[in-house]
């Protein structure tokens, strides 16, 4: 039985009109069902949990590993450059080659003429401001105060 089946049973067992309780050996099985289910329920919650906080160590080693290899790469590839000075190296195993490309270094921003220039514009309502504003006693239009109830199962 699903837990809406068992609160919907419980509520069955119940006189409408005078509210007694008609079958109470039922009523306080179907009770401990319930509080099973819901025990079982919080159970798998913790156990996901457990999981997914295994899973995120994991992964952030994993990032962490990935990151070092990089940059030892990185490092390995300058150090290759400066060996070879922009010479070729082949091998069975192995080839080094170079490639040319081009980009653009700006010298002085000032002397950059306008039509280069782009201009961008980057909005953010600031939400910790405006709940210390809404706080203080200053009422914000457009913005309010709601509170949310989040479940915490240790």
Partial sequence: MRIYEIDQAILDLMDSETGEVLDVERLESLQIERDAKIENLALWYKQLIAEYEAIRFEFDRLQE???KKGR?????????AQILDGKKFERPRVSI???????????????????????????RIDRIG????IKSGFP???????KTRHIQIN
Avoid: Q
């Fill in 65 to 67: 590993r990935m990151s």
């Fill in 72 to 80: 030892k790469a990185d490092s390995l590839a300058r150090y290759l």
């Fill in 97 to 123: 080659g170079w490639r040319t490309a081009e980009s653009v270094n700006i010298l002085d921003e000032a002397a950059i003429d306008s039509r280069y220039i782009e201009v961008t514009e980057t909005r």
């Fill in 130 to 133: 405006i709940r210390k504003a």
């Fill in 140 to 146: 914000v239009p457009g913005a309010e105060i709601t």
